[in-house]
């Protein structure tokens, strides 16, 4: 069984900062792309980020310059930071990755979101 953890999120005022992060563990044999979405109330969920086991990274147009996207392979862990956040950045955000568990087949695994709130 595999876990995907997120912590970090919270309520900051317009141009603050925080950071994401997102912690896999269980039975993981490999992980492969790994990525940040986010659910405003009312939206569709939307990719914010995405990086793959390699470090290539895609951000959305809507983040790019102020969001960035790293890894930790070692600890199986994402990272989003969120600088010069604006009100609509508030969203719930999910972790997601592709995983190979011991089995070897390969599943799509959600985190269970972290809310962030930003003021204006």
């Known amino acids: 069984q595999v876990q995907l953890v997120e912590s970090g999120g919270g309520s900051v005022q317009a141009g603050g900062s925080l950071r994401l992060s997102c912690a896999a563990s269980?039975?993981?044999?490999?992980?492969?792309?790994m990525g940040w979405y986010r659910q405003a109330p009312g939206k569709q969920r939307e990719l914010v980020a995405r990086?793959?086991?390699?470090?290539?990274?895609d951000h959305a147009d809507s983040v790019k310059g102020r969001f960035t996207i790293s890894r930790d392979n070692a600890k199986n862990t994402v990272y989003l930071q969120m600088n010069s956040l604006k009100p609509e950045d508030t969203a719930v955000y999910y972790c997601?990755?592709?995983?190979?568990?011991?089995?070897?087949?390969?599943?799509?695994?959600w985190g269970q979101g972290t809310q962030v709130t930003v003021s204006s």
């Open positions: 997601n990755a592709l995983i190979a568990t011991m089995s070897r087949k390969e599943y799509n695994y």
């Open positions: 269980g039975s993981i044999f490999s992980i492969n792309d």
């Open positions: 990086i793959t086991s390699g470090g290539r990274t």
